[in-house]
């Protein structure tokens, strides 16, 4: 497969990238801090371009770009993100708390919308893949930016999803889990004052504990990027909890089996 991978330089998109790689994927990466290090070892299967995928005119003259060397392509998996501006939310700064929006939402729309004129063009079905979780199921206090932005993937994925339902076209989200990677040390080095004493003792035995698996965040999203998860769309799906293997689209026949894995308020009868 041609896939597009954005935030593939460091962290969970850096663990996707070279996974992909070694399966024989030929993957293009976006980021805004360009790394070397990954084209030294899959020369002839990896690409790179230096792109921040908040500015859409940025993230528009690189799809236009790559358009040059790659004439479809395949899959999106929309990695990129920043835990951003973190403290009480109605004591904020309010661009900081912005631009935390944009990177995260904007960016996901932004790269969606760059490349899918590319993605039209595939000859197999199209898959496209984006992260949500850190605070889209339940409150997360004093991340609201961050969650607020991951909730709004998820809507974002479940309605194009619905427009392109008559399209050979999967999307969906995974919530990836409690993973070691830079936004736990963000959190560690903010401190209980500004993350909440809650939120820090959590942090403090992931770190020692070593976080959830990485693993099943990788089976994921090979699983979403297969044949296996065709017609699965408007999902957001846990690596860490849900049973993802046995989803299957022929079982989701009536209204309340549609709800399920969405993003929907329960009501009393």
Not at 155 to 160: A, C, D, N, Y
Not at 215 to 231: M, R
Request: with cysteine.
């Amino acid at each position: 497969m041609k896939i597009i991978l954005t935030g593939y330089s460091q962290g969970i998109g850096k663990a996707i990238a070279l996974d992909l790689l070694s399966k024989g994927h030929h993957v293009w990466g976006l980021a805004r801090g360009a790394s070397s290090e990954i084209q030294k070892d899959y020369p002839d299967q990896f690409r790179s371009s230096t792109c921040d995928v908040s500015n859409w005119i940025n993230v528009a003259s690189c799809a236009e770009a790559i358009s040059g060397h790659w004439s479809s392509i395949d899959a999106i998996i929309v990695c990129a993100g920043v835990q951003g501006e973190v403290g009480r939310t109605l004591a904020l700064d309010p661009l900081k708390w912005d631009s935390t929006i944009r990177s995260n939402l904007e960016g996901t729309f932004h790269t969606l919308r760059a490349f899918n004129f590319l993605l039209e063009k595939t000859e197999r079905r199209g898959k496209v893949i984006c992260f949500s979780g850190g605070g889209a199921s339940k409150a997360r206090p004093f991340f609201s930016a961050y969650g607020s932005a991951k909730t709004a993937i998820v809507r974002l994925v479940e309605t194009i999803a619905e427009e392109e339902k008559d399209r050979a076209f999967d999307i969906n989200a995974i919530a990836p889990g409690a993973i070691n990677t830079r936004l736990l040390d963000e959190v560690l080095k903010l401190g209980p004052t500004i993350v909440g004493n809650e939120e820090y003792t959590s942090a403090l035995k992931q770190q020692s504990e070593g976080g959830q698996s990485l693993i099943k965040t990788l089976d994921l999203v090979n699983w979403l990027l297969s044949e296996f998860s065709d017609h699965i769309s408007g999902k957001l799906i846990s690596a860490q909890w849900d049973n993802w293997r046995a989803i299957k689209n022929s079982k989701m026949s009536t209204p309340e089996e549609r709800e399920l894995y969405t993003l929907r308020r329960k009501t009393l009868p």
